[in-house]
């Protein structure tokens, strides 16, 4: 039997035949398919708070890009950075330095929160409440406030109240603990959207953050749920990540996004720049896929879904 020539061989070979090809033919479609999605917004507020007490799994990443895909579309979003560490206030590009006001001020001598919200650069539906360093001693202050668990609640019922133009998302980005910040954003949250990476450890803690919610369900906030869960990290060449990826579809059905967001460089490399990885990059397949998240949140009405709660 003949033996194909090199020549033959070369012109037998089709670029779009490789890995990249296909790669790259996927994420134009996305792209376009999330040109042509059609977005319809519920006319109200959601208060989603995004937690998770295990560090490194990308959850400010997911709070300020999800934020950033949702004002894209034309929602008005706001941002409250509750971690003393300021990231989510880096990335969207709001100032945060000591002197600045800030959540440290609201949930410890009662500022409105009026008086803090930065309106974010990369879009005028991108609102922030930022975070200092001073927000490192609000756990311990906190401890003798009255009302401590209900602080930013209140706050936060005040500022809505307040609008004259209409908030459709406010995201909660908490620290990674389950200390007196994030047990205030639960309790101002009628949400909970947890970012899981897809590695070894994934699971390892969420029983814990789930029994959280659950005594705060009963003592706080009863109309606090598990909504939202989002795959991060994700490295589809692995076979670990496509089991811990099967292993939480298997747990929770229903409240993980279709979505996954992939390990991305362009997503890193973003806050650096004081952006998000939408105004960075906002063709980058991080940034496709974090705006396919956010329109999967938006089309899930949390007053028709059925989700399971925690």
Do not use: W
Not at 43 to 71: D, E, F, H, P, Y
Not at 258 to 281: H, K, L, M, N, W
């Amino acid at each position: 039997m003949k033996q194909p020539d090199e020549a033959e061989a070369a012109a037998s070979f089709s670029f779009d035949d490789t890995p990249l090809a296909r790669e790259l033919a996927d994420l134009s479609a996305r792209r376009r398919a999330l040109a042509k999605a059609e977005i319809q917004l519920s006319g109200r507020t959601r208060v989603l708070t995004v937690s998770n007490q295990k560090g490194g799994v990308g959850k400010t990443t997911t709070a300020v890009n999800i934020a950033a895909s949702m004002a894209s579309v034309g929602a008005r979003v706001l941002v409250i950075d509750l971690d003393p560490q300021g990231n989510a206030s880096t990335a969207l590009g709001v100032p945060h330095t000591a002197d600045t006001p800030s959540v440290y001020d609201v949930l410890i001598d009662e500022f409105p929160l009026a008086d803090i919200v930065q309106t974010s650069p990369e879009s005028p539906n991108l609102l922030c409440a930022p975070s200092t360093i001073h927000l490192a001693g609000a756990e311990i202050e906190l401890v003798s406030q009255v009302a401590r668990e209900h602080r930013l609640r209140t706050a936060l019922e005040d500022y809505l109240a307040g609008l004259d133009e209409h908030l459709d998302f406010v995201l909660i980005d908490c620290p990674p603990s389950l200390g007196l910040l994030t047990i205030n954003a639960f309790t101002a949250a009628s949400e909970l959207l947890i970012p899981i990476q897809c590695e070894y450890y994934a699971l390892e803690g969420l029983s814990q953050l789930l029994g959280t919610v659950r005594m705060i369900q009963r003592h706080l906030n009863p109309s606090l749920r598990l909504s939202t869960i989002l795959l991060t990290m994700y490295d589809g060449r692995t076979r670990l990540a496509q089991q811990v990826a099967e292993e939480v579809r298997e747990h929770f059905p229903k409240e993980v996004l279709t979505t996954v967001v992939p390990r991305s460089v362009r997503v890193s490399e973003a806050p650096s720049f004081g952006q998000t990885v939408i105004a960075y990059d906002g063709h980058s397949a991080g940034a496709v896929a974090y705006r396919e998240a956010a329109i999967e949140i938006i089309q899930r009405d949390s007053a028709s879904d059925t989700a399971r709660e925690p």
